[in-house]
């Protein structure tokens, strides 16, 4: 289930009201009463969750789930375990991210309360500008400073001597002690997951969180989503300069360095000790090693093994990267100087 401190949960829904507002069929008319609480991947769902399967390569998942239910198309009927019921559909993946938009809803600051929630929570020495929000049940640590105008979601919990920039956003998030956060970044805001269907695109609901761990620093005007499910992490003592974007579900080590306008594309690992220079970027689900280093400018749609430096577009090892500049300097001046003679 989402963290229920993010997320309020509107469940129990049954799976025949289920069915209704998705379009799908129930495969076995007899489940049509069973109550769904919540949605989850099929690896982590539970006897009340409903989760779906769009893709052969995880049959595998759908066989060993303990899902309630699942979403699945019609070539894939008959093939879930016993006890999961099926709900069969062209578009699963639309009608999971239908099923959790109504299952769960994002906590929100009753507009009515006050800009200080009374079940937020402020340690000692905790230094608040103006016109600071903080949602209910926030926790903020002693000797943390927030400046003018930022907003602390419901349920976050920032740790001791921390310090939060003007005009920062933070939600879904859980913060260590002795985070810097610089002006104008968004902690935990959605993650870009997108189900197609015949009607259009529906944003799929994004139900993780974002752990930034003790020491991280996260420059000015950052953006850092929230997991799909599983969580966005940031690893102790990492450095994030400014106007980077960290996609949803990506898993960064310890003393990591990103320079400015850096993408890191959703679900990509990346170990211990990796740099990126400015405007360096990553496809999704890849793996970085730890030390890996990608040149300023690089794209790299392949994982990269530990401590070895890439650079280019597409980007490959650097040293096959300078000798194919040699060759086609070498060609072009040979090309110049046949030129010339003609």
Not at 92 to 106: C, D, E
Request: hydrophobic share 45%.
């Amino acid at each position: 289930m989402p963290d229920p401190r993010f997320f309020d949960s509107r469940g129990p829904v049954i799976l025949a009201d289920l069915a209704a507002l998705t379009g799908a069929m129930l495969v076995d008319a007899g489940g049509a009463e069973r109550e769904i609480l919540g949605v989850a991947p099929l690896g982590r769902a539970a006897a009340t969750d409903i989760s779906f399967l769009s893709d052969r390569k995880f049959l595998g998942d759908l066989a060993a789930t303990s899902a309630g239910a699942c979403f699945i198309s019609a070539a894939h009927e008959g093939v879930g375990p016993a006890g999961c019921a099926l709900l069969v559909t062209n578009e699963p993946q639309a009608a999971y991210a239908r099923a959790a938009i109504h299952l769960h809803h994002p906590r929100l600051h009753p507009a009515l309360s006050p800009a200080i929630h009374p079940d937020a929570h402020c340690e000692e020495g905790v230094q608040l500008g103006h016109s600071v929000v903080i949602g209910p049940g926030a926790h903020i640590g002693s000797g943390t400073e927030i400046a003018a105008n930022t907003v602390i979601g419901p349920g976050v919990m920032i740790g001791r001597n921390c310090r939060i920039g003007a005009n920062v956003t933070i939600g879904h998030a859980l913060i260590g002690d002795g985070v810097r956060i610089l002006a104008g970044s968004a902690i935990g805001e959605a993650g870009f997951g997108v189900a197609a269907s015949s009607a259009g695109a529906i944003d799929s609901p994004q139900l993780g969180r974002v752990i930034l761990q003790d020491g991280v620093t996260i420059g000015a005007c950052s953006c850092i989503d929230r997991g799909a499910f599983d969580d966005t992490v940031i690893g102790e003592n990492t450095k994030i300069d400014n106007l980077v974007q960290i996609a949803h579900n990506v898993r960064i080590g310890r003393n990591c360095v990103f320079a400015a306008q850096t993408g890191i594309a959703g679900s990509t690992v990346i170990g211990d000790g990796a740099q990126f220079g400015g405007k360096a970027g990553t496809g999704d689900h890849l793996t970085i090693g730890a030390g890996a280093r990608l040149a300023a400018g690089a794209l790299t749609m392949r994982d990269i093994p530990p401590g070895e430096t890439w650079c280019g577009v597409p980007a490959k090892p650097i040293r096959k990267f300078m000798r194919e500049i040699a060759w086609l300097a070498r060609k072009a001046e040979t090309r110049e100087k046949a030129g010339a003679h003609e």
